[in-house]
Each structure stands twice: as C-alpha cells, then as structure tokens.
C-alpha cells in the first residue's frame, strides 16, 4: 500500500529528519542531565553515610559496644533521613530505627540499597535507602543508610517522562510536519498545474506569484521571466514558419508546374526529359520534408491543442485505407483493416490520419509481396489502441527508440525512397495527444501501435469527421 502524498513530499521527509535528530537530542539531555543529577545526589548521600559510619567506628573503638549502642539510639531518637541498625552475627538487632535486617542489594564497592517500611500514622510505606553496610570487631555489623525514596521517585519520573516527551514531540512533530507539506503541495500544485497547462500549448499562462517575497515567489518570477522569452521566441518562430510556408510553398509550386509543362514540351524518354523528371521527383521530395517539418513543429509546440474534437477513429482508418489500397496491390501486398465498435478519441483529425498514412506507408513500403498489412482499432483497459501490423523485416529492439528522432533511417531502408521524418511526424503526433507510440514485434514484422488514454475517450456518438487523404513517404 502506497503511502498518502503529503508523507513522500521532500518537505516532510526533511521534517522527519530534523525531527528525528531533535527527539534524540533531547532526550538525551533530559536523560544526561538526571544522570548528572542523581550521581551528585548519590555521592552527597554517600558522603554523609560515610561521615557518620567514621563516627560510630571511632565511638565503638573508644567505648565499646555500650557506648556506640547509646549513640544509634540518641541519634535514631532525633528523626531524620538517616537509618541505623546494629545487629549480632546473627542479624539479630540490637539498636536502631530499624525494625529487622533488610535484605540488601549491593550497588558497588560497600554500598548497598535496600527496601524498607516505614509507619506513617495508621499505614505502612514503602521506602528505598542507600547507604553502607560495615563490619565490627566481635562479630558485630553495622548498617547506616539514608532514606532516598525522593530520589527513587524522581527516577521513575524521569523515566516514564523522557519516552512521553519524546512521543509527544514526533506528534507535535508530525502535525507541523503535515501543516508545513501541506502548503509546499499547494504551491507545487499550482505551480504543476500551471506547467501541464503550458506543456499543453498556452503558452500565455504564468506561474502564480505570492507577497512573501520566500523561495517559491522568487522561483516563480524566474520562471515567468523565461516563460515570457520562450513565448518571445515562440512567437518569432511561429512567425517565420508562416513566413517560409507562404514564401517557399508557392515559389516550389511554380517551379514543379514549370518543370512539368517543359517536360510535356519535349521528348520524356530523352535525356533532358529524363533530368527534368527526376528534377520533378526530387522538387516533390523537397516538399514532403518541407510539410513535415512543419506539422513536426507544430505538434511539438502544442499549438493546435484547441482545435480538437471527438473523433471516431473507424473514419480515420477507412480513409487512409481506401487511399493506400491501390499502392498495396501494386506491391501484392494484402491490406486488410479489423472490424471495430465505434472508437472515439478527442483528437486533430488531420493529424491522426497523417500519422496512420505514415504507419501505413512504412508497413506497405517494407512488407515483400505476398505479405500483409492489417490495421485494428482496439478498446483496452488502458486506452485505444490504433494498431498497424505488418509481415516484413520488422526494427531491431536497440533501434526503435532511434528511430523515432529526425532523419534517422536503418540500413535496411537506405535504398529505399524516403527522408527519414516519418516515425518522427508519428511520434510528435502522438505527443500532442498524451499518447504512447509502441514499436513491438510481431513475429515477424513489426506491430505500431497508437495508445490514446482512457481520459481522452469519448463515449458519446458523434458525428464522424472524415480524414484527409495525404500521406507523407518515409
């Protein structure tokens, strides 16, 4: 299961991370400075145990066991924190504020802790102690200690606190995390829904620009200031190919007819016949590259995106068959075209129709005779697919992304007539509409397939658009 948008945005991410190294961070103070803490209240309490076990030592050793008897029970009188219990070799008491021998847990060196209860009013507590446990001549042992159910407790306070606080840090964390990705999305929407609309061909939309003055309104100004250069040039560019269409077009034109009518004039199975033939072949070859150029350019550029319409794609495909049929049975190539339900996909019409007669023209052009040519329309789950498979030769895997650049032609085609701007007419084509163009094997052969989205179907009826009848050899 993916994880929702706003957790894989790199705001959030950095967030985690500082995040992260703050709880870390923090609690590891708060845990240093409770060690710092209770090891300086550990070693003032030991301090005084120690002081009053040297005490009682010197007491013992001046006055024997009477005299340091009489000094734990004067000082077990006053009250206080201090515990003191002196016990025979047995553990059984002899004086103190101790009731019983505790059962003691060695913490280090001579030092112990012990639990102990203690009455208060009607009740008995339970309470911790430290202090240290210290061996008489004559068997007798002595134990001193100081009650530190303070400390105890505000060790377990720190303990059950440090894991809250850093659990409360992630989710405050988390929260601002969220609130911060939040606004990073809708500015990265905006600005992504800005860009879709201008990789789609408006070229006049810009960037929204904020008051803050941050990061994002500075990236924008940027980007508007390029994107009003790009239109700049655009513009200039759109200008000059009218330019060239209006100015070479026509003079191209004129030259092919004057070549025509001179060839009529004189003898075509001469020799200056001849040259003039091949100057007419050649001048039509100029314009095929010269009109594919400019449906090229203009597809790439996006600029014919408002001119779509639903179309159904079954007109398209009866069209450009019933145009090429006549050069497939002059090859002896069958041209066949699946039956299909009503295909309609938003679309340039024209341009669909040219980019299937180039499909069509390379299948036809590169299938032996006896070969065939079929051409489907199909309804998948991902789209619609407009297909043309043929049995020729087919493209090598490592080439069929090369071919689809400008002017690339295989060996294999070397010889045959053609500029090389055909699969990239088809491509850029395809561009224009979101479409994929996929190169398969058909074993043998190659299947060219046109994949329309799903989104841009259209499920309505419609009336049916009828293509043009052009086609540009590749």
């Given at each position: 299961?993916?994880?929702?948008?706003?957790?894989?945005?790199?705001?959030?991410?950095?967030?985690?991370?500082?995040?992260?190294?703050?709880?870390?961070?923090?609690?590891?103070?708060?845990?240093?400075?409770?060690?710092?803490?209770?090891?300086?209240?550990?070693?003032?309490?030991?301090?005084?145990?120690?002081?009053?076990?040297?005490?009682?030592?010197?007491?013992?050793?001046?006055?024997?066991?009477?005299?340091?008897?009489?000094?734990?029970?004067?000082?077990?009188?006053?009250?206080?924190?201090?515990?003191?219990?002196?016990?025979?070799?047995?553990?059984?008491?002899?004086?103190?504020?101790?009731?019983?021998?505790?059962?003691?847990?060695?913490?280090?060196?001579?030092?112990?802790?012990?639990?102990?209860?203690?009455?208060?009013?009607?009740?008995?507590?339970?309470?911790?102690?430290?202090?240290?446990?210290?061996?008489?001549?004559?068997?007798?042992?002595?134990?001193?200690?100081?009650?530190?159910?303070?400390?105890?407790?505000?060790?377990?306070?720190?303990?059950?606190?440090?894991?809250?606080?850093?659990?409360?840090?992630?989710?405050?964390?988390?929260?601002?995390?969220?609130?911060?990705?939040?606004?990073?999305?809708a500015r990265l929407d905006q600005i992504n829904r800005t860009s879709r609309e201008i990789m789609e061909g408006n070229l006049s939309r810009r960037l929204p620009v904020g008051h803050a003055g941050d990061e994002f309104d500075v990236l924008a100004l940027n980007l508007n200031r390029m994107l009003d250069r790009t239109e700049r040039l655009m513009r200039g560019m759109r200008e000059v190919t009218d330019s060239i269409a209006h100015d070479l077009r026509t003079p191209l034109n004129r030259l092919r007819n004057r070549l025509e009518g001179t060839l009529h004039s004189l003898d075509s199975h001469g020799a200056a016949g001849v040259q003039i033939e091949a100057a007419v072949e050649e001048t039509d070859r100029l314009m095929a590259t010269f009109n594919a150029l400019l449906l090229i350019a203009e597809a790439e550029a996006g600029v014919a995106r408002e001119a779509m319409t639903p179309v159904d794609l079954r007109g398209i495909v009866e069209g450009v068959v019933e145009l090429y049929?006549?050069?497939?049975?002059?090859?002896?190539?069958?041209?066949?075209?699946?039956?299909?339900?009503?295909?309609?996909?938003?679309?340039?019409?024209?341009?669909?129709?040219?980019?299937?007669?180039?499909?069509?023209?390379?299948?036809?052009?590169?299938?032996?005779?006896?070969?065939?040519?079929?051409?489907?329309?199909?309804?998948?789950?991902?789209?619609?697919?407009?297909?043309?498979?043929?049995?020729?030769?087919?493209?090598?895997?490592?080439?069929?992304?090369?071919?689809?650049?400008?002017?690339?032609?295989?060996?294999?085609?070397?010889?045959?007539?053609?500029?090389?701007l055909g699969l990239s007419l088809v491509a850029a084509v395809a561009r224009l509409h979101d479409a994929k163009l996929e190169l398969e094997d058909n074993g043998p052969g190659l299947k060219a397939t046109l994949l329309f989205p799903a989104g841009a179907n259209r499920r309505s009826s419609v009336p049916q658009i009828a293509p043009q009848k052009m086609a540009v050899r590749s």
């Open positions: 299961m993916r994880a929702p948008r706003i957790f894989r945005t790199l705001a959030f991410r950095i967030v985690a991370v500082y995040l992260a190294i703050f709880a870390v961070s923090a609690a590891a103070i708060v845990a240093f400075t409770w060690w710092n803490t209770a090891r300086a209240l550990n070693a003032q309490t030991d301090q005084i145990v120690e002081a009053d076990i040297t005490g009682l030592s010197e007491r013992y050793d001046r006055f024997g066991l009477a005299g340091l008897t009489d000094a734990i029970v004067n000082r077990s009188s006053h009250g206080g924190a201090t515990l003191y219990i002196l016990a025979d070799s047995e553990k059984r008491p002899i004086a103190g504020n101790l009731d019983a021998w505790p059962e003691l847990a060695q913490i280090g060196g001579n030092l112990v802790e012990f639990d102990y209860e203690r009455r208060l009013g009607n009740r008995l507590e339970q309470r911790r102690a430290r202090g240290r446990d210290f061996d008489l001549t004559g068997g007798f042992e002595l134990l001193v200690a100081r009650d530190v159910a303070e400390r105890h407790e505000t060790e377990k306070l720190f303990t059950t606190m440090i894991p809250w606080s850093v659990l409360l840090i992630v989710v405050l964390g988390l929260v601002g995390g969220g609130l911060i990705s939040r606004k990073f999305l049929a006549p050069l497939a049975d002059e090859k002896g190539v069958s041209l066949s075209a699946a039956p299909s339900g009503q295909a309609i996909v938003n679309c340039i019409g024209s341009l669909v129709s040219q980019a299937l007669a180039n499909l069509l023209d390379n299948a036809i052009k590169y299938t032996p005779a006896g070969g065939g040519v079929n051409i489907s329309v199909e309804d998948t789950p991902s789209g619609i697919a407009l297909c043309v498979a043929d049995t020729g030769p087919g493209i090598a895997s490592e080439d069929r992304n090369r071919v689809l650049e400008r002017f690339v032609r295989l060996e294999a085609s070397r010889h045959s007539p053609g500029t090389g």
